[in-house]
């Protein structure tokens, strides 16, 4: 088994429901500071994948080691600590509290909303509110914004900025500019981009042209395996790919 410099290294792994592999053996390597896209028909195993990564849900068997440690084992909210942050596909932001307040509460001494609005706002705390707000597109004056009246693609940059909060090693981010205007989709891509600096990141998209710009490497996921892996414009050109999926 490897023992490598890898972000993430995912090996066999299989998870089975009543039967059916929904993820079939799947051997994956993420770099430190790489932005990998996973896309792949609907049903392929996208977002089961990310279940096991960040511990949702119990694989079948094999191997997912993070930072070269074993986590198959680790419970979801240690895997959290250990630095793995997960996006879900719809925004889980507090609508009441400003966009200040959500970052804050985010911020790993703060258990929950209460506990951590109870305690001081240090200076460090507000650095890092501030550092992440501007890398989000919402800081200065959109920090005071409540929550409920920013755009959707802004929330969706909030629950970005809350999981940056605790300094991920790893992101996983699923779908995320489903419903974005076009400007959206660009200021997203940027982000992302800034974002890969200092972690690795896997982001499973849809849109092709969003993709291209963003990737790093491309894996193609089809009936719980991988069909294709590599650079945008040779995953593309890779007769399977287009025969289920590109093509349709
Ligand atoms: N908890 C579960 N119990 C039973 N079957 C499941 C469970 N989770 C996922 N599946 C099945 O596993 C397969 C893979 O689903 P998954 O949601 O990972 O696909 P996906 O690639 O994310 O698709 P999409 O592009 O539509 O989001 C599907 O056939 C789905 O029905
Ligand atoms: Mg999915």
């Known amino acids: ?16 429901f009543d039967g059916f592999k929904a993820i079939d053996a799947l051997t994956l390597y993420i770099d430190k500071n790489e932005l990998r896209v996973i896309i792949g028909p609907n049903g392929a195993g996208k977002t089961t ?12 068997g094999g191997s997912i080691k993070f930072k070269n440690e074993e986590i198959l084992g680790v419970a979801e909210h240690k895997r959290v600590r250990l630095g793995i942050g997960r996006k879900f596909q719809t925004p889980s932001i507090y609508e009441n509290l400003t966009v200040f ?19 001081q706002c240090t200076a460090d705390i507000r650095t890092r509110v501030e550092t992440v707000a501007a890398d989000i597109g ?9 929550a409920g009246l ?8 909030l629950e970005i900025g809350m999981l940056l909060m605790q300094e991920p090693e790893l992101l996983m981010l699923d779908e995320p500019i489903a419903g974005m205007s076009a400007r959206e989709r660009d200021l997203t891509a940027d982000l992302l981009q800034r974002i890969c600096q200092n972690r690795a990141v896997i982001v499973i998209e849809h849109d092709m042209d969003f993709v291209k710009k963003i990737a790093h490497k491309v894996t193609v996921m089809h009936q719980g395996k991988i069909l294709a892996e590599g650079p945008m414009d040779q995953v593309q050109a890779d007769p399977k790919v287009i025969d289920v999926y590109l093509g349709h």
Not at 1 to 16: I, K, R
Not at 138 to 146: A, D, K, S, V, Y
Not at 150 to 157: A, F, M, R, T, Y
């Open 49 to 60: 994948l990310l279940d096991l990564i960040c511990g949702k849900t119990r694989a079948s």
């Open 138 to 146: 919402l800081g200065g004056e959109r920090l005071q914004t409540e």
């Open 101 to 119: 307040q959500n970052l804050e509460v985010s911020y790993p001494a703060g258990r929950s909303v209460w506990g951590a609005l109870a305690f």
């Open 150 to 157: 920013l755009s959707h693609g802004e929330k969706q940059w």
């Open 1 to 16: 088994m490897s023992n490598t410099d890898f972000a993430l290294a995912v090996e066999d792994l299989t998870v089975s």
